[in-house]
């Protein structure tokens, strides 16, 4: 069965600091990979997603995430935080095509920005 | 383009007490989710839908029932509320494989 492991519960960086938050997955074929985050009181909104081709993908608010198929990892980074990206954050492997339907979520990671 | 919405944002019950959420999408999507979340448990599946008429359990279905009788709306149903169920519910559709899109959630306090 696959599964997301989001090792950090909490993080805590300075604004204007480099952010780097780690997702490792297991996942039998060739999974697809999504980020979401939550801001308070929110529902979650999509940040970035790998489906296939460049392992670098970008995303919104300036938001990137590397997939390294050999550390089955989807790190999402970010090279300068701003107070307004504090929020929870939840990586995802989505179902492929052929498999099952129902997508996995990690437990997620809540980023604390300090000024 | 409302996208995902879901109805009543906040609710109390007691136990034993029985309702329903409605979530409502206008996308066209096929698939639609229901999950709850509670703190330090991430987002945990309660039930899913690949298309009207059809419905399957999630990880945690337990005192929950859910039905799909128009492609746009997607109900949750609890019979016999516990204090256990206690959460925070958040409808999702999606196209497929692909992005799911949230609703802004539902907060059941079950005395």
């Known amino acids: 069965a696959q599964s997301v492991t989001q090792p950090d519960i909490h993080i805590t960086v300075s604004e204007g600091a480099s952010l780097e938050l780690r997702c490792n997955y297991s996942?039998?074929?060739?999974?697809?990979l999504f980020w979401y985050v939550q801001s308070p009181g929110q529902g979650l909104q999509l940040l970035l997603k790998?489906?296939?081709?460049?392992?670098l993908v970008q995303g919104i608010k300036g938001f990137e995430a590397e997939f390294k198929r050999s550390q089955s990892s989807f790190n999402l980074r970010k090279p300068s935080v701003h107070w307004s990206d504090a929020a929870e954050y939840f990586c995802?492997?989505?179902?492929?095509?052929?498999?099952?339907?129902?997508?996995?979520f990690g437990r997620g990671t809540s980023l604390i920005v300090h000024p | 383009n409302a996208g995902v919405t879901q109805t009543p944002k906040f609710r109390v019950l007691k136990t034993g007490q029985s309702m329903t959420l409605l979530c409502a999408q206008d996308?066209?999507?096929?698939?639609m989710y229901w999950y709850r979340q509670d703190p330090g448990m991430g987002l945990r599946l309660i039930h899913y839908?690949?298309?009207?008429?059809?419905?399957a359990k999630g990880e945690v279905p337990d005192g929950y029932n859910v039905s799909r009788l128009k492609k746009q709306n997607f109900l949750l149903g609890l019979e016999s509320a516990a204090p256990s169920q206690t959460s925070v519910y958040f409808c999702?559709?999606?196209?497929?494989?692909?992005?799911?899109?949230f609703g802004p959630g539902t907060r059941l306090t079950v005395l």
């Open positions: 996308m066209n999507h096929e698939y």
């Open positions: 996942y039998g074929a060739t999974p697809y």
């Open positions: 995802a492997v989505g179902p492929s095509s052929g498999g099952s339907y129902i997508p996995t």
């Open positions: 999702a559709s999606s196209w497929g494989t692909d992005t799911q899109y």
């Open positions: 790998y489906f296939s081709g460049d392992t």
């Open positions: 839908s690949v298309g009207e008429g059809t419905t």
